[in-house]
């Protein structure tokens, strides 16, 4: 089953490759559902051949970061009025070279990097790759503009870690995925809620003109 | 491979006679999308055949690129389909290297499109060159970095060795195949001027971009034009049905009509993608090509990393 | 000193009595013209029987050759040129002229490595006298600011080597000042900024003879003097090729944003040179990794680029130092339609665009198929950096031959299509034969190149490596079958023609206005300009291009004048030397302070001099 490991790795890269150049929200809530559900599967294939299938995690990562989040995400969406991020920080064909850059940059630092033991036999794509949807996640943060966007982005960093644990260690630490699963789903809820705010009370959800209430300087 | 050359030589006229069928298959996919009844699968046979009895009217600003513009697109794109290997046999006439002379031939193709449409000093068909030059000087990035994986992947300098010589082995890690060959649908799709890219059947002269550069055809030249564009379908459809299917399973005339069948494959999947979506605006299209040499890189990245031992 | 001390001592002559003749413009002409087409014509005929005689070639001739031949191209051209426009001081030019042209053809002459000083004296002569060609044009502001740019980069550069030459350094730094130095000639980013100004400002067949020719000759400075046989070679190839890359991407799309003619031909002067590095460069790195095809191709293809760009780049600056004969000026926005006006001038142009652009039935295509394969060769080996680099440099030369095509599409587009955007672009006329024949010679020129290439390269391979003749054999081959494509393609294009004739003869061919969509009038004002040809890829470029523009744009129902104008910067300039500059300006006016005019303070600084150096001594003495 590496081949079908390969394969979603590879999808992994482009999800975030589509991520850095849509403008669409739907579209980058779309893929982050896709990554959700390849999260949710991967463990039954990196598992073939090794014995146990962590049933709860992939059932928890299914339902969780395929479906329960994108909705509410598409939900705020919906509630906020906003379709497109329209003056994004860092422009998408520029937002497509530095992902590129990132994802070079990836593979360059995991080869110096040494995998601990337990490592699967998959580690060496699935390391840089993890790196890769890790840094286009807070890429994302750093060059769009509304606040939903940002979430997205913070959702695929998480993405980006689960993929790391699950490629790496065979050996699932539950607790710990669950632990992050719990923060980002608080994370989810606080954003959806304020977002739902900011866009009531300003009509709009740039998050870069909160810049405005901080204090001004005397 | 004694019978090579009748079978190349087959699917080369086969190429060249049928090529004006793909714009035919579009159409109906599309039409069938739309539930329309659409035009006839043979239109373009009749229109080139009415095209060639017609008057040909120049425009007098012309200085004389608009007349040998035609020409010149014909018969280097002639030129490239004979360095494309067919019906998965090599290309009798190929050499080492021979991929960059195939892509410059079609460069060369459009230079002289965008000149020609600038001769006529008309402020669409500008539109349209200007257009057409910038995407494609992008979407040429996209198609070195496929030549850099072809490189790479079959350790072969000539295209059909690139090509044909992948063979079954290349399924056995397919994700940078199908990385690539979706890098390459989307540089077809830049290439032929379909949507996403350009539009071939909108009516707004400001939103087009191959349409806006043939205002001025008319006659001969005008079939010659719309010809050419068919033939350029049928070689990058060519060429990725070449690498996507490895050659040597079948016998040799099945092979034929499998890459025959494949190419129809792809016109289809262009109605598919035409029906499917919108055209980008033209904004979102760069985005879109330099997506498609991310998509290559990240294909050569998998290939070195895993094929090539390369740590 | 070899047998090109003659030819060199003919041409210098011959200036010297055409500075004389002052006072008889067209006596003058005749000694200058006439002496420099003799010495250069002497000068190639006796390489020929050189090769001829003994079969030897050294990388000096590859070198010379674009210097004869610019030189002869160049006096053909001048003649054309100077009538009407400065042939009262035709001596001045002719002096300065062939002063230029030999200086440049005694580098090449003189025995680099046993006599530097000689070398050094000729590279300046060439700087200076170059320096007074610049500023021919002495009454025109923008002329003389040009000339002190290029005479500070010159001395910048001359005063290195001169470091280089009196110390004793090791291989490394040997390399890096060779690099600052001969790249300020050469035009490496930032060392580029005299090559925008000093082209446009220049006349034409200077600028052929300064484009194709000088600027190359820093390469060949940096392979005489940079390079060392015990230096790392790895460590070159690698500089050079990414130094390559940082070169040419920029140096295009600068290109593509100009709207003056020969300015536009200077930023692609600076893009060529980054090819041409590119491929010493991945030569050089097939030699210290021991891959031969990558080496043979990096090389071959360095020197097909070069003698390519030398007469490509040349034809192109006489065809427009042409235009700006017939146009009076060389803003591309108030051209237009000189292709019918001027149907020999601009097919000439056309062809020799196509082959700049490396576009296959010309010779272009055939120096970056060489050097695209010294990439493929770089890619099959298996070690990841040189894989790295090689694919690098096969997507970054795409790119830029594309933006090439683009930026050349708009040239020949603002220029010779359409219809023509002002008076004098209306009234131009077809200029001499002379100037038309001059800019056909270099066409002609590389079409034999091309169709020697094969045979060419085999030969050289054979010479240079004898151990690795197969890989020339193979290379050669391909050469040659670029070589046969490409004549295959023109007579198919001809057949197709002579198709066309014959069926438009049946069904008539008829003459009407562009059809613009319904509207009636078309006027030349509507026509695509070369500014608004570029506009989107000069958005694209924002960051980088920065463009100021000054926009009144049409207002109300009856909109009066509405204008855009666009100006872009260098961004070496406005980055980095005008920064530079600041500073330095900043320092010298605080010294400045010094001259407060005050006879009391000076002698106060006098004092404190005194008794400063009076401390010292006492010092030291101590």
């Known amino acids: 089953m590496n081949q079908m490991n390969e394969l979603f790795l590879g999808i992994f890269l482009c999800s975030c490759l589509m991520l850095a150049v849509s403008s669409r929200l739907l579209h980058c809530i779309r893929i982050v559902a896709l990554q959700g559900v390849l999260l949710g599967i991967m463990p039954v294939t990196l598992a073939i051949g090794h014995g146990d299938i962590h049933w709860s995690v992939m059932i928890i990562n299914l339902s969780l970061k395929g479906i329960i989040l994108p909705c509410l995400l598409y939900r705020t969406m919906l509630k906020a009025g906003v379709k497109r991020e329209l003056e994004p920080v860092i422009g998408y064909s520029l937002s497509a070279g530095v992902v590129l850059a990132l994802i070079l940059f990836s593979f360059f630092i995991s080869g110096r990097l040494s995998l601990p033991a337990g490592a699967s036999d998959l580690a060496g794509l699935a390391v840089p790759c993890s790196f890769a949807v890790v840094m286009t996640g807070l890429f994302t943060v750093i060059a769009r503009k509304k606040a939903l966007t940002q979430v997205i982005g913070f959702l695929v960093f998480e993405n980006g870690i689960t993929l790391f644990g699950a490629a790496v260690m065979r050996e699932h630490p539950l607790i710990v995925e669950l632990g992050i699963l719990l923060d980002v789903l608080v994370l989810v809820f606080i954003m959806g809620i304020s977002v739902f705010q900011i866009s009531r009370e300003f009509s709009h959800i740039d998050a870069d003109r909160l810049n405005s209430l901080k204090e001004e300087a005397r | 491979m004694n019978n090579s050359l009748p079978v190349f030589a087959v699917n080369f006229i086969a190429a060249l006679v049928l090529a004006p069928l793909l714009p035919g298959i579009i159409n109906k996919v599309k039409a069938f999308f739309a539930g329309r009844k659409g035009p006839r699968l043979f239109q373009l046979y009749s229109d080139l055949g009415k095209l060639l009895k017609k008057e040909c009217v120049i425009s007098s600003t012309s200085g004389g690129i608009l007349r040998i513009a035609p020409a010149i697109q014909l018969t280097l794109t002639v030129l490239a389909a004979l360095l494309l290997p067919m019906g998965f046999k090599n290309s009798p006439l190929m050499f080492p290297g021979d991929v960059l002379l195939f892509f410059y031939l079609l460069g060369t193709c459009r230079f002289f499109s965008v000149l020609a449409a600038l001769d006529t000093g008309s402020s669409f068909e500008g539109m349209g060159a200007a257009r057409e030059a910038f995407f494609s000087a992008l979407a040429e990035a996209a198609v070195f970095a496929v030549l850099a994986f072809l490189v790479l992947f079959s350790h072969s300098w000539t295209l059909s060795g690139m090509l044909t010589g992948i063979g079954m082995d290349s399924w056995i890690s397919f994700t940078p195949v199908l990385l690539v060959s979706l890098a390459m649908l989307l540089v077809m799709l830049a290439e032929n001027c379909r949507v996403p890219f350009d539009d071939p059947e909108t009516h707004l002269e400001l939103t087009m971009i191959h349409e806006a550069m043939i205002l001025d055809y008319s006659g001969a030249d005008l079939g010659a034009i719309l010809y050419t564009s068919s033939l350029k379908l049928w070689i990058f459809g060519s060429f990725i049905v070449s690498m996507l299917i490895p050659g040597n399973i079948l016998s040799g005339w099945q092979e034929t009509a499998l890459s025959i069948g494949g190419v129809f494959a792809s016109a289809v999947l262009v109605g598919i993608v035409e029906s499917s979506m919108a055209r980008y605006r033209f904004l979102k299209v760069p985005p879109l090509l330099i997506s498609a040499l991310v998509l290559a890189i990240v294909a050569m990245i998998f290939q070195l990393f895993f094929n090539g031992g390369i740590r | ?622």
């Open chain 3, 1 to 622: 000193m070899d047998i090109m001390f003659f030819p060199v001592v003919l041409i210098v002559t011959g200036g010297i009595v055409s500075r004389l003749l002052q006072k008889r413009p067209a006596a003058a002409m005749v000694t200058g013209a006439g002496t420099l087409c003799g010495g250069t014509l002497a000068a190639i005929i006796m390489q020929i029987l050189c090769y001829c005689h003994d079969g030897g070639f050294a990388v000096r001739d590859l070198f010379a050759f674009p210097v004869l031949i610019l030189g002869l191209a160049g006096a053909i051209h001048s003649i054309g040129y100077l009538a009407g426009h400065g042939s009262e001081r035709s001596g001045t030019y002719w002096f300065f002229f062939n002063l230029t042209a030999a200086a440049m053809l005694a580098v090449t002459a003189v025995d680099s490595a046993s006599n530097p000083l000689s070398f050094l004296l000729a590279w300046e002569i060439m700087g200076a006298a170059s320096f007074a060609l610049v500023i021919f044009d002495r009454h025109n502001q923008s002329a003389c600011r040009a000339g002190w740019i290029y005479m500070i980069a010159c001395h910048a550069g001359a005063g290195l080597l001169i470091l280089l030459f009196c110390f004793d350094l090791t291989p490394l730094w040997v390399f890096i000042i060779a690099l600052l130095g001969f790249g300020l000639k050469i035009g490496f980013p930032l060392l580029h900024i005299w090559l925008p100004e000093a082209h446009p400002a220049a006349p034409a067949p200077v600028s052929a003879l300064m484009s194709g020719a000088m600027i190359e000759l820093g390469f060949y400075g940096l392979l005489s003097f940079g390079i060392l046989r015990d230096g790392n070679i790895a460590l070159y190839g690698w500089v050079l090729s990414i130094l390559g890359m940082a070169t040419m991407l920029p140096g295009i799309i600068f290109a593509l944003a100009q709207n003056n003619l020969k300015r536009l031909l200077a930023y692609s002067s600076i893009e060529n040179m980054g090819i041409l590095s590119c491929a010493l460069g991945l030569g050089f790195l097939g030699m210290s990794h021991h891959i031969p095809g990558m080496m043979i191709c990096g090389f071959a293809g360095a020197a097909v680029h070069l003698l390519n760009h030398a007469l490509f780049k040349g034809g192109l600056f006489l065809g427009a130092g042409s235009v700006y004969k017939a146009a009076g000026t060389l803003d591309m926005d108030d051209m237009g339609g000189l292709l019918k006006r001027m149907p020999w001038t601009g097919t000439g142009f056309i062809l020799h665009a196509a082959g700049l652009c490396g576009l296959p039935p010309f010779a272009g295509f055939a120096g970056e198929f060489l050097i695209y394969c010294a990439a493929f060769a770089g890619l099959g080996n298996r070690e990841l950096p040189l894989t790295v680099i090689s694919a690098a440099v096969l997507v970054i030369l795409a790119v830029t031959g594309g933006f090439a095509a683009a930026a050349f599409a708009k040239v020949i587009g603002a220029v010779f299509c359409g219809e023509p955007r002002s008076a004098q672009a209306e009234d131009s006329v077809e200029v001499s034969p002379g100037m038309i024949l001059a800019v056909w010679m270099l066409f002609f020129l590389s079409c034999a190149l091309l169709a020697a290439l094969p045979c060419g390269i085999r030969y050289l391979v054979g010479l240079m490596t004898p151990e690795y003749i197969g890989y020339g054999e193979s290379i050669s081959g391909m050469v040659a079958a670029v070589a046969l494509f490409s004549l295959a393609g023109l007579l198919l294009i001809f057949a197709i023609m002579l198709l066309r004739r014959g069926l438009n003869k049946r069904c008539g061919e008829r003459k009407s206005a562009t059809w613009d969509c319904g509207y009636a009038l078309p006027d030349p004002r509507m026509e695509y300009t070369a500014t608004s040809f570029s506009r989107s890829m000069v958005d694209f470029f924002g960051s980088l291009l920065k463009p100021a523009r000054k926009i009144s744009a049409p207002q109300g129902i009856f909109p009066g004048k509405s204008e855009l104008d666009e100006e872009i910067a260098d961004a070496g300039m406005r980055n980095f030397w005008q920064p530079v500059f600041k500073c330095g300006t900043f320092l010298a006016s605080r010294i400045h302070m010094l001259q407060s005019g005050s006879l009391h303070f000076y002698l106060l600084v006098l004092v404190i001099t005194l008794i400063g150096m009076l401390l010292g001594a006492v010092l030291q003495g101590d």
